[in-house]
C-alpha cells in the first residue's frame, strides 16, 4: 500500500542545479521523518539528508552543505530535495525514504548525473 515516488532526476552540468520530489502515499505523512540518501557506482549508499517529523529540523551529509536543502509540504505528502552547485561527485541513484520508530519504506530510486 505505501509508495514513494521520486522523480525530477536527470542530466546536468556541473554547478547546475535539481529539485527532486518524492511524493508519499499510503501512509500518514506527518508522523514519518523523510530521507534521501544516494548510492554511486562501487560505493556504499549513504544518508544524505533528513527532515523530521516532530519540528521540521534537517541534518546533512557534511559534502552537501550548503548546497542541498530538505524540504516537505505536509499538504501534498511530499517532499523534496533541492540540490545546487551539484558536482560530478553528486551522481548517484537517489532515493527517497520514510522511516519511523518501527517502519522504513523506500522509493525505486532516481538517477542523478552531472557531467559536462
Known amino acids: 500500500q505505501v509508495q514513494l515516488v521520486e522523480s525530477g532526476g536527470g542530466l546536468v552540468q556541473p554547478g547546475g542545479s535539481l529539485r527532486l520530489s518524492c511524493a508519499a502515499s499510503g501512509l500518514t505523512f506527518s508522523r514519518y521523518a523523510m530521507s534521501w540518501y544516494r548510492q554511486a557506482p562501487g560505493k556504499e549508499r549513504e544518508l544524505v539528508a533528513t527532515?523530521?517529523?516532530?519540528?521540521?529540523?534537517?541534518d546533512y551529509l557534511d559534502s552537501v552543505k550548503g548546497r542541498f536543502t530538505i524540504s516537505r509540504d505536509s499538504a501534498k505528502n511530499t517532499v523534496y530535495l533541492q540540490m545546487n552547485s551539484l558536482k560530478p561527485e553528486d551522481t548517484a541513484v537517489y532515493y527517497c525514504?520514510?522511516?519511523?520508530?518501527?517502519?522504513?519504506?523506500w522509493g525505486q530510486g532516481t538517477q542523478v548525473t552531472v557531467s559536462s
Open positions: 527532515i523530521t517529523r516532530a519540528d521540521g529540523t534537517t
Open positions: 525514504s520514510a522511516r519511523s520508530y518501527s517502519y522504513q519504506y
